[in-house]
């Protein structure tokens, strides 16, 4: 069972950038394709970012207008998610998850989750 770790959350102003991190182990990250989700009190997932088991492929939503950008790197089973020109409204708890599909963007397309780390910017 593949386990996933996100790093990289704290506080920040906006305008300011900001790298997230999601170490897998217990299982391949290749074997897997990711995304990023974020969540606001009281609400459900929302889809941020997914990339592909090769890296070949990626989607992102609307809002993120450019301003994200997902990678990944399969020898050191690990995916990012850099932040940046941060908003207030992106203060959220972003976590990472895994998929057996190839670009999912729906949370019920993913088979396992980190615990999620909180991203707070300050206006």
């Known amino acids: 069972q593949v386990r996933l770790a996100e790093s990289g959350g704290g506080l920040v102003q906006a305008g300011d950038s900001q790298r997230l991190s999601c170490a897998a182990s217990g299982g391949t990250l290749g074997s897997y394709a990711m995304g990023w989700f974020r969540q606001f009190p009281g609400k459900g997932r929302e889809f941020v970012a997914c990339?592909?088991?090769?890296?070949?492929?990626?989607v992102y939503a609307d809002f993120v207008e450019g301003r994200f950008t997902i990678s990944r790197d399969n020898a050191k089973n690990t995916v990012y998610l850099q932040m940046n020109r941060l908003k207030p409204e992106d203060t959220a708890v972003y976590s990472c998850?895994?998929?057996?599909?190839?670009?999912?963007?729906?949370?019920?397309?993913?088979?396992?989750w980190g615990q999620g780390t909180q991203v707070t910017v300050s206006s």
């Open positions: 990339i592909s088991r090769s890296g070949s492929s990626t």
């Open positions: 998850a895994a998929s057996v599909y190839r670009t999912p963007a729906s949370p019920a397309d993913y088979n396992y």
